[in-house]
């Protein structure tokens, strides 16, 4: 009966994440409600005692790990977008053509996510296309592209995505890794859908008059050139901090998030404050999404009760049982990954087989952040990039139901298929 309630939960509370839209509540909400009520009924099924109370803290200290990780990385590129130093990339952008802006976006957003994240790529191409293209009908085909791109993207890189994030802070994957063997798997991703599409990228754009920015009369050139290199240099050297010390990811997200802090207090110390109080660390840190920060954290506690429950391991059971193939078993995860989001599918992926079942670097880890970060771009939906790009440029679902869809999901089993035959997964 327990089991039945717990798993009840679980699924009445997906459903009002992945129909967010549609009953106007917000997924944090419904996440943290959940998360909550699944650890209320694990501990009522009589795991209350100190059993309960080490399982509830073992999860929270990981989970805690993953929200001081995306904390210090959110805060970080807000500081480095408030500072204007996203110009340094777009003002070197200045082609009319149609084609040769769709191949300078999807690569520029494809190493940008990697670097940066899928999410916060997505918001800087999208806002940057609106400076590049007047129309939104020629701009919508090129906002398609940044979802790709940015999925595909951040898909081999450690930080570009908050799955993959994930699989490396539980050092499931290394950094080394998961580059060398999802790399050229994620390339094929985005460059199966470009040339697809690109008998439809025609013609010239039309920029829009350009606007003054208010930064512009408060920074120099050089100051914005400063953040942007800084807050590249910050983010690449998590990784390196990792290696070097041994320590936790987010201790060296943290680390960085202070250098730059201190950076900002250092060349702005002789400004009025009323010229530097929008430049400050406190004000990127009441801009960043705080809502989606605390979604993961609702719904890694709901994923992480019913780990501990021993759900996740009776549907790993099931799903060996009945498929058997684990290769399918994860292309079916990251095409699950379309309709709900990819958090909560890779926190059931990591509870079903753990490192007991693969080592670390073993294959499946790396077509799991394979899957999981690039099976989302086949609906707009589908990933927080999509989402994203969906809100910045009112697009219509089935808008890229039609026009985008088909070309992601083809990218995307092509992407799978080079990475089985690369890695010997057949």
Known sequence: ????????????????????????????????????????????????????????????????????????????????????????????????????????????????????????????????????????????????????????????????????????????????????????????????????????????????????NESDFILKENEKKIFFYAGIFALLFVPLFKTITHLPPYMGMLFSLGLMWLLSELIHKGKPDKLKENLSVIHALKKIDTSSILFFLGILLAISALQSAGELTKLANFMDNTIGNQTIIIVAIGLLSAIVDNVPLVAAAIGMYDITVFAPDHNFWHFLAYCAGTGGSALIIGSAAGVAAMGMDNIDFMWYFKNISLYALLGYLAGAAVFVLQNGMI
Request: aromatic letters at 8%; hydrophobic letters at 55%; one cysteine or more.
């Open 1 to 212: 009966m327990i089991t039945i309630l717990l798993v009840s939960v679980f699924i009445i509370g997906y459903a009002a994440i992945a129909f967010e839209h549609s009953i106007h509540v917000n997924k944090a909400a419904s996440a943290l409600i959940t998360g909550v009520l699944c650890w209320v009924i694990y501990f009522m099924s009589g795991h209350s005692g100190d059993e309960g109370m080490g399982h509830l803290s073992h999860h929270l200290g990981e989970i805690s790990g993953i929200i001081f990780f995306l904390l210090g990385a959110m805060t970080i590129v807000e500081l480095v977008d408030t500072h204007g130093g996203f110009e340094v990339l777009t003002n070197k952008i200045n082609t009319k053509n149609q084609l040769k802006l769709a191949w300078i976006i999807g690569i520029i957003t494809f190493f940008l996510s990697a670097v940066l994240d899928n999410l916060t790529t997505a918001i800087v191409m999208v806002s940057l296309l609106k400076k590049l293209i007047r129309s939104k009908e020629e701009r919508l085909l090129m906002v398609g592209i940044v979802v790709i791109a940015a999925n595909a993207g951040g898909a081999w890189s450690p930080i570009g995505d908050v799955t993959t994030a994930m699989l490396w802070i539980k050092n499931l994957i290394s950094s080394g890794g998961v580059i060398y063997k999802v790399f050229l798997p994620s390339v094929v991703c985005l460059v199966v859908p470009m040339l697809l599409l690109r008998k439809k990228l025609k013609g010239e754009i039309h920029a829009p008059e350009r606007s003054t």
